[in-house]
């Protein structure tokens, strides 16, 4: 059940880690713009940006960590047999072309 739970809240393609990404800036603009009305001025256009700038932080970070994970499931997946078994008599002819140092 909270294997169940825990997929739910599992980020697995770029489309969800894009649509987080967007409510999370949604929710760092607004507070941004309350920034802006507390602190008029230079203070509070920095943290308005300091906002926004922890949003494009953090959706690099879960761009990059789905990158890796797509990569890591590739890496473990086995090789179709036809590309796993190597067959050393189809290779010989261009081994003996390497071999011989003519190019």
């Not at 894009?18 to 603009?29: D, N, P, Q, R, S």
């Amino acid at each position: 059940m909270l294997a169940k739970i825990k997929r739910l809240f599992t980020i697995k393609t770029k489309l969800e880690a894009f649509l987080i990404v967007y409510a999370l800036a949604l929710g760092a603009v607004e507070r941004g713009i309350v920034y802006l009305g507390q602190y008029p001025g230079f203070g509070g256009k920095l943290l308005f940006l300091a906002c926004t700038g922890a949003v494009f932080m953090a959706g690099a970070k879960m761009l990059d960590c789905i990158k890796y994970e797509q990569a890591m499931k590739a890496e473990q997946q086995p090789l179709p047999v036809s590309i796993a078994r190597s067959d050393e008599s189809a290779l010989r002819p261009v081994l003996d072309h390497a071999a011989s140092g003519k190019h």
